[in-house]
């Protein structure tokens, strides 16, 4: 099993950043890529970014291009995601998620555990 804890959430005004992390634990070796997807109250899960194992290929969700930046530390067995220029549309709870697959997935489906989530409130 694999365990993940994010963390870095918070309450921001727009156009500031945030830094979220996910620390994973437990049999870290089985997993791959790794992506980041938050949810709406109301709303589906939807995919914001994802890093492949050695982190030479990362995709986004076109509504955060630009803004967000996904990033992950091996040797510490952690993801980062770097929010920049947030607006109050970017406000959801935020999800890590890893894979087996050893290429970049945008499909939630794909993941085969995920974290518990943690809340990014952006304010106008």
């Known amino acids: 099993q694999v365990q993940l804890v994010e963390s870095g959430g918070g309450l921001v005004q727009a156009g500031g950043s945030l830094r979220l992390s996910c620390a994973a634990s437990?049999?870290?070796?089985?997993?791959?890529?790794m992506g980041w997807f938050r949810q709406a109250p109301g709303k589906e899960r939807d995919f914001v970014a994802t890093i492949s194992w050695s982190g030479r290929t990362t995709y986004y969700a076109d509504s955060v291009k630009d803004r967000f930046s996904i990033s992950r530390d091996n040797t510490k067995n952690t993801v980062y995601l770097q929010m920049n220029s947030l607006k109050p549309e970017d406000t959801a709870v935020y999800y890590c998620?890893?894979?087996?697959?050893?290429?970049?997935?945008?499909?939630?489906?794909?993941?085969?555990?995920w974290g518990q989530g943690t809340q990014v409130t952006v304010s106008a």
């Open positions: 437990g049999r870290t070796f089985s997993i791959d890529a």
């Open positions: 998620a890893a894979t087996f697959s050893p290429t970049v997935q945008t499909d939630r489906d794909a993941y085969h555990y």
